[in-house]
């Protein structure tokens, strides 16, 4: 699978995980829309990963890691309130943000690899 793939599922995921924690939770946060936000910006950099835009890869892979980095604390929240859904909802979006970062990863090391065969 190619970093677009990757960044695209994982934008799929933030957006759909967090709307519906967001919409089905009895006191909704507007810090719940996070996730929301950032894969909408990520799922507007797909275009650019594709066509292997280094600007735009970097910043997704930039938002990519801050995602990560902040969903810690939602887990933490979820395991501490004992709700097995929240628990599931974010450890699907950290495990496809995991997934994205490695194959942004994998990327940059192919195009690395290619520049210094040619």
Known sequence: MRAHSANFIN????I????WGYLTSDSPSATA???TIIGVILLLCYTG?????????????????I???GLIKPLIGA???DDNLAIVR??????????ALVKFIQSFIEARKNRENT
């Open 33 to 35: 829309l996070i996730p």
């Open 67 to 69: 995602v990560l980095v």
């Open 79 to 81: 395991i501490d309130r």
């Open 90 to 99: 974010v450890l699907i979006m950290i495990s496809t943000t995991i997934f």
């Open 49 to 65: 990963v594709k066509k292997e835009n280094k600007i735009i890869a970097h910043l997704a892979v930039l938002l990519t890691l």
């Open 11 to 14: 934008s799929i995921s933030l």
């Open 16 to 19: 759909m995980m967090s709307l």
